[in-house]
């Protein structure tokens, strides 16, 4: 954590890509588990819309398939958009979770104060 602080105190760029990926930090906080460095980045800039990866996946679209509901709920209530899809599958995170059964983060998708064209069809069942 102190090295994410001391870098960001730097004026390092919470969304900067990496070279192979093109993900940025908060790509990869669904596999550190590490709500405290999400609620960090986050807070100094980090955007939850950024797409990466070989797939061009959203970090929700990460915290979704890592399972991850607490980050998955901190994305969000900080302006991740549930409908952002993929480049490849052409999916959104509601499609992730309840394709793996997930559905605390299917329901926090749906509840999200962002009620959005796909998460409506999915609340009143339509397609």
Request: net charge positive; proline share 4%.
């Amino acid at each position: 954590m102190k090295i994410f602080q001391l870098l960001l105190s730097n004026g390092a760029n919470p969304n900067l890509k990496n070279g192979s990926c093109n993900e940025t930090v908060l790509h990869y906080v669904p596999d550190l588990g590490a709500l405290n460095i999400c609620q960090l980045l986050l807070s100094n800039g980090a955007d939850p819309n950024i797409k990466g990866g070989p797939y061009k996946k959203t970090a929700l679209h990460y915290a979704t398939a890592k399972g991850a509901l607490n980050i998955c709920q901190l994305l969000l209530s900080n302006g991740a958009d549930p409908d952002i899809k993929d480049d490849f599958y052409k999916e959104t995170a509601l499609h992730c979770a309840s394709g793996m059964g997930r559905l605390d983060i299917s329901l926090a998708l749906c509840n999200c104060k962002r009620r959005t064209e796909y998460l409506s069809a999915a609340v009143e069942q339509r397609s």
